[in-house]
T-cell receptor, first 110, second 118 residues
Framework: GEDVEQSLFLSVREGDSSVINCTYT??????LYWYKQEPGAGLQLLTY?????DMKQDQRLTVLLNKKDKHLSLRIADTQTGDSAIYFC??????????FGAGTTVTVRA | GAVVSQHPSWVICKSGTSVKIECRSL??????MFWYRQFPKQSLMLMAT?????????EQGVEKDKFLINHASLTLSTLTVTSAHPEDSSFYIC??????????????FGEGSRLTVL
């Protein structure tokens, strides 16, 4: 079965880097994702990583995957107030179903 | 980029009535759509997988007679909450996968529909 866990809250100062962590238990996942959800809105795909990769960088976002420890992280460089949101990690399998973590609420303070 | 639209975005209904929520892929065809339910401050729970032209596949614990799903075309799936009760109040989100999409695994999400049952 799938089980994805995240820390629930993160507070970061504007301009600092944010690191959001996620652990998962099913090693047969094909892709791992990070989604962003702003209040009252749907999910926006931020980035994804194929399960045989270790790292992916996309502008301010860096994803690190430690497959041995089943640990996924998202680093946001130069965090801005617009980055305040809930961030979900998720994993998918060959059937394209997604299994989500509970979400990390990121609050950016001035 | 691909757009998925849900309608209505907000609906309030009386207990015992039925409510239909639409999920449309606006600029692509989707053979498969997924319906999720999200409780306040919680994660998304997959309810069912909707396949165009066939019956939906429901996740364990989801009542198929309560949550009717129809995927009549490659651009539209509907979720009908029948005989709604206050415990059905939730945020319902759909996602869609594009036919023949080379990028494996990307799903596009709708903006969600908030149902409040009085």
């Amino acid at each position: 079965g799938e089980d994805v866990e995240q820390s629930l809250f993160l507070s970061v100062r504007e301009g600092d880097s944010s690191v959001i962590n996620c652990t998962y238990t099913d090693s047969s996942s094909t892709y791992l994702y990070w989604y962003k959800q702003e209040p009252g809105a749907g999910l926006q795909l931020l980035t994804y990583i194929f399960s045989n990769m270790d790292m992916k960088q996309d502008q301010r976002l860096t994803v690190l995957l430690n497959k041995k420890d089943k640990h996924l992280s998202l680093r946001i460089a130069d965090t801005q107030t617009g980055d305040s949101a809930i961030y979900f990690c998720a994993e998918s399998f060959n059937d394209y179903k997604l299994s989500f973590g509970a979400g990390t609420t990121v609050t950016v303070r001035a | 980029g691909a757009v998925v639209s849900q309608h209505p975005s907000w609906v309030i209904c009386k207990s015992g009535t039925s409510v239909k929520i639409e999920c449309r892929s606006l600029d692509f065809q989707a053979t498969t759509m997924f319906w999720y339910r999200q409780f306040p401050k919680q994660s998304l729970m997959l309810m069912a997988t909707s396949n165009e032209g066939s019956k939906a596949t429901y996740e364990q614990g989801v009542e198929k007679d309560k949550f009717l799903i129809n995927h009549a075309s490659l651009t539209l799936s509907t979720l009908t909450v029948t005989s709604a009760h206050p415990e059905d109040s939730s945020f319902y989100i759909c996602s869609a996968r594009e036919v023949g999409q080379g990028y494996a695994g990307e799903l596009f999400f709708g903006e969600g529909s908030r149902l409040t049952v009085l």
